[in-house]
């Protein structure tokens, strides 16, 4: 059996909804079908998820939000009247809506986190009804219901093992189609959690594990998964076939199409994935393997950038030979709670790489001031201004001169390398640059890949 997920971008409105469901069941195969809440049908238009972010907002601030109910109401409405469903049908979806500010929640992060999940559950329910309408065997299956538990913090959860034995007890029936809200599970309490944005991706990829599916496959709105940011590099070309440990690099950095915590139970299930397009179902789209089954075609299989980094650099002399230099700096960041990305290192110097979604100016200014007093540094300084270009591909493990390549092109273009890190993996390369000319080394770097 296949599972098949349908991202926000494939569920905008009637029309799009017809296409999935044919895509649906013009394969028998295709049992368990994950579904987003409706995306943006134009580039000004407002994905559902961030409307239900508003509701909450304006819920938590007591402000009037019938205009907001109605205005999501309106989306699921418009997808309901296409295929037929009267107003007393969808009466329903409307009272749900209305009722979220009623229900109890431990606090204002669960609150957040129930009104996000319902654009996926009102979806699933509102499809299920759309198949049911047409006569098509289909079940709306809950997170709860199914047991898919969550734990962690209620905007940001990870599945617990646990889900996996309650998957597997579920039966679908001959000819049956289970309809599943993704981004979502319920916490061993039974408080509704999501996963981070994008997460219906890991949905997808539980019910794949725990269907023990043969394919899993996501239908997203562009040919598959294409070698550079299409937004970066024009017309980049789409990649016939990665591996896993390519791709979970990749979304992990920057290629937004696939979430990368969704890479994990489909590896723990050597489950490949087909990333289609929902408008060209004909089209191979994307294949993502195990290792084991890949040759590698070309030697740089993707680049991508991130600009929302920024790096402390220290300088000391003798840094290697002073132990716990480095803890004592970890120490200091663990006291206030941030993380780090990357810590190249080199004789008398150190950078760390943070994540700008960690910081703020206080923060920073308290890091620095602690720094300087326990460790004493030579020269510290903060750079706001960085961005990480990270190239991927497993042929880069046999092909090291691929390396000098990439920093002789850069450094045509006048691009200097802030730091360089190949992966322990062997399989990436990892370049930090200025955040201005983060976008340009993209395409030098793709155009040397093609
Ligand atoms: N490397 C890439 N390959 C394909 N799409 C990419 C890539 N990087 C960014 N994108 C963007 O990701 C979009 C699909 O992701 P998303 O909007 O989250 O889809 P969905 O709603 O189907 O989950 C594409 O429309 C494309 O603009
Ligand atoms: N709707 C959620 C979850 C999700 O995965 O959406 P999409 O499939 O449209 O990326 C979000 O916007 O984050």
Not at 301 to 318: C, D, N, P
Request: proline share 5%.
């Amino acid at each position: 059996m296949k599972v098949v997920k349908f991202g926000g971008s494939s569920l905008t409105d009637g029309q799009n909804v017809e296409q999935a469901l044919n895509i649906v069941l013009s394969d028998p195969e295709r049992r368990a079908i994950v579904v987003s809440a409706p995306g943006k049908r134009s580039d000004d238009d407002i994905k559902i998820t961030d409307l239900l972010i508003k509701y909450a907002g304006m819920t938590l601030k007591s402000e009037d939000t019938n205009e907001i109910v109605q205005n999501i109401f309106m989306r699921y409405q418009e997808i309901g009247h296409y295929f037929g469903l009267s107003d007393q049908e969808l009466k329903v979806i409307k009272d749900i809506l209305l009722a979220l500010p009623n229900q109890t929640y431990p606090n204002s992060s669960y609150l957040m986190a129930a009104f996000k999940a319902h654009g996926e559950r009102l979806n699933a329910r509102l499809i299920a009804m759309i198949l049911q309408h047409q006569g098509v065997k289909s079940r709306f299956l809950d997170p709860t219901e199914a047991g898919l538990i969550v734990t962690g913090q209620p905007n940001d959860a990870l599945v617990n093992p646990e889900s996996y034995l309650n998957l597997d007890q579920i039966k679908i029936a001959t000819g049956e189609r289970i309809i599943f809200p993704g981004f979502f599970g319920i916490t061993p309490s039974g408080n509704i959690a999501t996963f981070s944005r994008g997460g219906s991706d890991i949905t997808g990829a539980i019910l794949a594990r725990g269907f023990h599916a043969d394919m899993y496959e996501n239908f997203t709105d562009v040919n598959g998964i294409f070698a550079a940011n299409p937004h970066i590099v024009d017309n980049p070309q789409s990649i016939k076939k990665m591996t896993y440990r390519e791709m979970r690099e990749l979304s992990y950095a920057g290629f937004s199409v696939f979430h990368d915590e969704a890479l994990i139970p489909v590896i723990q299930g050597q489950i490949p994935i087909n990333v289609k397009n929902t408008h060209e179902p004909d089209q191979p789209g994307t294949i993502i393997v195990p290792e084991k089954d890949f040759v590698p075609d070309n030697i740089i299989t993707g680049v991508t950038s991130q600009k929302h980094f920024s790096a402390l650099y220290l300088h000391k002399y003798l840094l290697n030979k002073e132990a716990g230099f480095t803890l004592r700096i970890l120490q200091i960041l663990y006291k206030h709670n941030v993380p780090y990305e990357h810590m190249p290192s080199g004789i008398d110097d150190i950078t760390i790489i943070f994540n700008n979604d960690f910081l703020n100016d206080q923060l920073i200014d308290q890091i620095c001031n602690e720094i300087q007093a326990t460790i004493n540094p030579d020269q510290l300084e903060w750079i706001d201004d960085y961005a990480i270009i990270m190239v991927v591909g497993e042929g880069m493990k046999k092909y090291h001169v691929v390396s000098r390549q990439i920093l002789d092109s850069l450094g045509d273009h006048d691009i200097s390398p802030r730091m360089i890190n190949q992966g322990a993996s062997q399989i990436s390369m990892m370049i930090g640059t200025k955040k201005e000319k983060a976008d340009e080394a993209v395409k030098i770097i793709y155009h040397l890949s093609v």
